[in-house]
């Protein structure tokens, strides 16, 4: 999507709240409020709800407006819906952490491990992928039982365009293991996939470099930094710089970290240590990471051919259940569950 400056005017946004809020209710009504995870971690379906939103249906704004939106029109129903949305964009992503932990006493489940996944799902898009586009914007959505969908976008300067990610908790067997749902952007480039199946001996290397003592990774990054290179590399070793290092890497070394995602999570362990780590782990053990672009589009029921995966005939009989359910229950007139949540709005 391309970067659009600006934001949405507050006469419109005050009616992207107020339908935000009718069409969650809805939902969570009909299908409870998995199913809103589900479908907010399908960027088509993302996309069409912030059209229907009335948004910019190709600017990068309609990320950050669409979620603020969630967020605002469901304010104050979180305990009745079971449906909670944190983060957003810039300063407010910050405050993410605090805000799940602040909805504690209304799950059932340890807000400590939200936290966790809000963290290391930034982490990896901002770290682990390194595609050139920058995060500024992180909504962490989960119901009271712990199960949690990530939307968030990046930017890159350079060509003007935003990059989303979108996550599915249920979906999420490895957080470093191409833990995505969808990774949407109409441009593809050079990009460090550290969670690509194909990086999983470079994963493994660099752990085992994160427990070298400081001093030898520094002394290793300078002898690497005299090697000329082939123009093809993706990673700079000259936009890398040893000494300013050097803190991070007794981190990891005290640290002793078992596999790569505890080695993500430490703090302080940025883009530039994964790339020195990475560098070392391929010019110097010969493992080496994908450079393949993640980027790619869900398929709500996965394709015939196997690709991106092969179709989850549950997911689609459950498709097919859920809609066949709303006609039918519009046909005979069915409106007393509905009638309840809506009974929510007054609370607004």
């Given at each position: ?100 932990l602040?909805a ?8 400590e491990?939200?936290?966790y ?119 700079d070793i000259?936009?890398i ?108």
């Amino acid at each position: 999507m391309p970067l659009h400056g600006g934001k949405a005017p507050s006469w419109l946004f005050q009616r992207m709240k107020r339908l935000a809020r009718e069409i969650i209710i809805a939902m969570v009504s009909e299908y409870g409020p998995q199913e809103v995870l589900r479908k907010l971690s399908d960027p088509f379906w993302f996309q069409a709800l912030g059209c229907v939103l009335g948004f910019d249906w190709h600017s990068s704004g309609v990320t950050t407006t669409t979620c603020g939106a969630l967020k605002e029109g469901i304010k104050g129903l979180e305990k009745e819906l079971g449906l909670f949305i944190t983060g957003g964009k810039g300063a407010i992503s910050r405050k993410t952490p605090s805000e799940i932990l602040g909805a504690g006493d209304q799950l059932s489940c340890d807000p400590e491990k939200l936290v966790y996944a809000s963290k290391m799902s930034a982490k990896v898009d901002n770290s682990a992928i390194q595609d050139g586009y920058q995060l500024y914007h992180h909504s962490f959505i989960f119901t009271k039982s712990g199960d949690w969908a990530v939307v968030q976008q990046g930017m890159n300067d350079a060509n003007k365009y935003a990059r989303r990610y979108h996550w599915l908790g249920s979906k999420v067997e490895n957080f470093v293991v191409e833990p995505h749902s969808a990774i949407c952007c109409d441009s593809r480039g050079s990009t460090l996939n550290m969670t690509s199946v194909e990086s999983e001996e470079a994963r493994q290397t660099t752990v085992m470099l994160s427990q070298e003592k400081p001093d030898t990774l520094v002394s290793e990054i300078k002898r690497l930094q005299s090697l000329h290179l082939p123009s093809h590399h993706q990673v700079d070793i000259h936009d890398i710089h040893p000494d300013r290092l050097y803190k991070t890497f007794t981190k990891t070394y005290e640290s002793i970290p078992e596999n790569f995602e505890s080695l993500l999570g430490i703090e302080g362990v940025g883009p530039k240590t994964v790339r020195a780590l990475t560098l070392i782990s391929e010019i110097v053990y010969g493992k080496a990471p994908s450079f393949h672009d993640p980027v790619r589009y869900s398929f709500a029921h996965g394709g015939k051919d196997g690709h991106p995966y092969p179709v989850d005939k549950d997911v689609y009989d459950r498709s097919i259940d859920i809609l066949r359910g709303a006609l039918k229950q519009a046909k005979v007139g069915n409106n007393e569950k509905m009638d309840a949540f809506k009974r929510l709005s007054y609370f607004m």
